[in-house]
């Protein structure tokens, strides 16, 4: 089993920096790749950043050229970097990521609890 657990969330203001991290542990080959997303109060569950398929990353309209996402994988860590800060930002942060049990073998999905980022103004 695999277990995640993201940590870098606070309160900070508008125009402000936070870099999230998602932590790996347990038994697996690798990380593939991972996603974050986020949920507001009142609001779905939206993508904000992931891995693509082939080694790039794709960041949501909300996020371009503010949020940036990255694998460490010798660290077994994710990370969301997120710059310029907006209070519409502000909204529980989550990790998903796409492990191989392996090598060679399946993968499958694992997700985070969730950290809180709040962005007042």
């Known amino acids: 089993q695999v277990q995640l657990v993201e940590s870098g969330g606070g309160a900070v203001h508008a125009g402000e920096s936070l870099k999230l991290s998602c932590s790996a542990s347990?038994?697996?080959?690798?990380?593939?790749?991972v996603a974050w997303y986020r949920q507001a109060p009142g609001k779905q569950r939206e993508l904000v950043a992931r891995?693509?398929?082939?080694?790039?990353?794709n960041i949501a309209d909300s996020g371009k050229g503010r949020f940036t996402v990255s694998i460490d994988r010798n660290e077994h860590t994710a990370y969301l970097q997120m710059n310029g800060l907006k209070p519409e930002d502000t909204a529980v942060y989550s990790c998903?990521?796409?492990?191989?049990?392996?090598?060679?073998?399946?993968?499958?999905?694992?997700w985070g609890p969730g950290t809180q980022v709040t962005v007042s103004s």
């Open positions: 347990g038994r697996f080959s690798s990380i593939r790749s």
């Open positions: 998903s990521a796409t492990v191989r049990a392996r090598p060679g073998g399946p993968t499958a999905d694992y």
């Open positions: 891995t693509s398929h082939f080694g790039g990353t």
